[in-house]
């Protein structure tokens, strides 16, 4: 098993930063892919970023250049830097762990931008 809990969400206005964490329950090493998807309301959830257990990051072109993923190994943690926020990024955003064929989800955290 693998828990997740999200932080740094929050309303803020378009132009804006976030950066959104992901505290995992076990070492990030174990993991074969980590990963920030989205949902907007009434959409359906989409990929925003993922890095793999080895650092290859592979990051949606709807947020390329705005978004950057990273890990920190010894804090078993993953984060989601937003800049330059606009305001279709609202969305519930959840962090994922892909361990072999099973995966595992966060509970989620809203970020909503105001224009």
């Known amino acids: 098993q693998v828990q997740l809990v999200e932080s740094g969400g929050g309303l803020v206005q378009a132009g804006d930063s976030l950066r959104l964490s992901c505290v995992v329950s076990?070492?990030?090493?174990?993991?074969?892919?980590m990963g920030w998807y989205r949902q907007p309301p009434g959409k359906q959830r989409e990929l925003v970023a993922s890095?793999?257990?080895?650092?290859?990051?592979n990051v949606a072109d709807s947020v390329k250049g705005r978004f950057t993923i990273s890990s920190d190994n010894a804090k078993n943690t993953v984060y989601l830097q937003m800049n330059s926020l606009k305001p279709e990024d609202t969305a519930v955003y959840y962090c994922?762990?892909?361990?072999?064929?099973?995966?595992?989800w966060g509970q989620g955290t809203q970020v909503t931008v105001s224009s």
């Open positions: 994922k762990a892909q361990v072999t064929i099973r995966a595992f």
């Open positions: 076990r070492s990030l090493l174990s993991i074969n892919v």
């Open positions: 890095v793999t257990s080895g650092g290859f990051t």
